[in-house]
């Protein structure tokens, strides 16, 4: 059984800072790539960032040196800390486990398997 709760969104001013939590319950939570998308109305999710086992990290262009994911494996927990908020960045947010290496399916176009219910973020200019 695979269970995602994110947390941490809410409203800020351009140039602040969130951390987002995401706590995963997965069997084999250490199998499994985990990321963070977002998603604004009337458009697609978009891939954020991304974090493997092996250590493994990547990032949209558009959130490099901004942002940044991290987790606490012993407690089964994905952050994202995200500072610098532009406006652009208002979205839902929202966390992603899958078997396969989210890197690679994202180039794929693929979505991962499992989601959590997100979490809105929204940066004022």
């Known amino acids: 059984q695979v269970h995602l709760v994110e947390s941490g969104g809410g409203s800020v001013q351009a140039g602040g800072s969130l951390r987002l939590s995401c706590v995963i319950s997965?069997?084999?939570?250490?199998?499994?790539?985990k990321g963070w998308y977002r998603q604004t109305p009337g458009k697609g999710r978009e891939f954020v960032a991304c974090?493997?086992?092996?250590?493994?990290?990547d990032y949209a262009d558009s959130v490099k040196g901004r942002f940044t994911i991290s987790k606490d494996s012993a407690k089964n927990i994905l952050y994202l800390q995200m500072d610098d908020l532009k406006a652009d960045d208002s979205a839902l947010y929202y966390c992603?486990?899958?078997?396969?290496?989210?890197?690679?399916?994202?180039?794929?176009?693929?979505?991962?398997?499992?989601w959590g219910q997100g979490t809105q973020v929204t940066v004022s200019s």
């Open positions: 992603a486990a899958d078997r396969r290496l989210i890197a690679y399916i994202r180039d794929l176009h693929i979505l991962p398997r499992h």
């Open positions: 997965i069997d084999g939570y250490d199998d499994y790539s």
């Open positions: 974090i493997n086992e092996d250590g493994f990290i």
